[in-house]
T-cell receptor
Framework: NAGVTQTPKFQVLKTGQSMTLQCAQD?????MYWYRQDPGMGLRLIYY???????DKGEVPNGYNVSRLNKREFSLRLESAAPSQTSVYFC????????????FGSGTRLTVV | AQKITQTQPGMFVQEKEAVTLDCTYD???????LFWYKQPSSGEMIFLIY??????QNATEGRYSLNFQKARKSANLVISASQLGDSAMYFC???????????????FGAGTILRVKS
């Protein structure tokens, strides 16, 4: 049972390059999320998807796009990377019922130079 | 809008002693959930404990307990008998309980770094 799988784990980009961060979960969760973590600021929500076929902006969506490809996969795309997007990115999913139920991936450390 | 405040950027505690990490929250929703996560230096997010807004008793999970004071809007984490392995970043988070289509988003505080001294 893999849980939430993120790829890649590390990435270095040059300013202006594009890339897609991949996220897949095997728990049949409807809700999925992308967060970024910066020192002193905790985790901030970039985009979320409450169900397959829907996506919505979070707190810091500028510079990003997302795709909910199917129920399992939720990708995050940087069209033109900027140094301000240097961060650690976490994907998470949530069980629809029950108390807690959020499962996080292991994170992607992205550096934009 | 939801907001989580963790006022302690860093804390030290002596091994085997108890420590309290502070968390205050702001929400206008009557139904919400409060979470604590641990992030060790390896980076993964580890769920520790959960408290629902309507729960009558404070949540406990092993050495972790949540001191929930609803009127004060505080949800402090208490770690008893600290161990060296407790050294990590700790995040308080909240979600408002809404129908599924609203996403049930988690909002995080800035975190507290805990260092356990031997």
């Amino acid at each position: 049972n893999a849980g939430v799988t993120q790829t890649p784990k590390f990435q270095v980009l040059k300013t202006g390059q594009s890339m897609t961060l991949q996220c897949a979960q095997d728990m049949n969760h409807n809700s999925m999320y992308w967060y970024r973590q910066d020192p002193g600021m905790g985790l901030r929500l970039i985009y979320y998807s409450a169900s397959e076929g829907t996506t919505d902006k979070g707190e810091v969506p500028n510079g990003y796009n997302v795709s909910r490809l199917n129920k399992r996969e939720f990708s995050l795309r940087l069209e033109s990377a900027a140094p301000s997007q240097t961060s650690v990115y976490f994907c998470a999913s949530r069980r629809d019922r029950g108390l807690a139920g959020y499962t996080f991936g292991s994170g992607t450390r992205l550096t934009v130079v | 809008a939801q907001k989580i405040t963790q006022t302690q950027p860093g804390m030290f505690v002596q091994e085997k002693e108890a420590v309290t990490l502070d968390c205050t929250y702001d929400t206008s929703d009557p139904s919400y959930g409060l979470f604590w996560y641990k992030q060790p230096s390896s980076g993964e997010m580890i769920f520790l404990i959960y408290q629902g807004s309507y729960d009558q008793q404070n949540a406990t999970e092993g050495r972790y307990s949540l001191n929930f004071q609803k009127a004060r809007k505080s949800a402090n984490l208490v770690i008893s008998a600290s161990q060296l392995g407790d050294s990590a970043m700790y995040f308080c988070a909240m979600r408002e309980v809404r129908p599924m289509e609203y996403g049930n988003k988690l909002v995080f505080g800035a975190g507290t770094i805990l260092r356990v001294k031997s």
